[in-house]
């Protein structure tokens, strides 16, 4: 079983830029489908992002199209997130998890496993 681990998180300023990583152990991750989550205080845990195994498709939330790009370095076993434009509303922990696909079916939460810790993002003036 792969085992994730995310991190990058912190504190940044409305308008700031932050870069998460989502870093493989126990075995590759490059024949899966990766997804980005999030889960602000209160909220239910939503999807932010997902990339391919090959990276060539990606798909994003509503909320974060045009700020956040979701990349992948197979070579590497590690995805990233990079977040531009950060807004209040964008904080939240951050998750990601391992699809069982190497692309999802529906862009939701069902199909995708191996949690990550989570790392928390802070978007605060």
């Known amino acids: 079983q792969v085992q994730l681990v995310e991190s990058g998180g912190g504190l940044v300023q409305p308008g700031g830029s932050l870069r998460l990583s989502c870093a493989a152990s126990?075995?590759?991750?490059?024949?899966?489908?990766v997804g980005w989550f999030r889960q602000a205080p209160g909220k239910e845990r939503e999807i932010v992002a997902a990339?391919?195994?090959?990276?060539?498709?990606?798909a994003y939330a509503d909320s974060v199209k045009g700020r956040f790009t979701i990349s992948r370095d197979n070579a590497k076993n590690t995805v990233y997130l990079q977040m531009n434009s950060l807004q209040l509303e964008d904080t939240a922990v951050y998750y990601c998890?391992?699809?069982?696909?190497?692309?999802?079916?529906?862009?939701?939460?069902?199909?995708?496993?191996?949690w990550g810790q989570g790392t928390q993002v802070t978007v605060s003036s």
């Open positions: 126990g075995r590759t991750f490059s024949t899966n489908a």
């Open positions: 998890a391992a699809h069982r696909s190497r692309i999802w079916g529906a862009f939701r939460e069902t199909g995708f496993g191996s």
């Open positions: 990339i391919s195994a090959s990276g060539a498709s990606t």
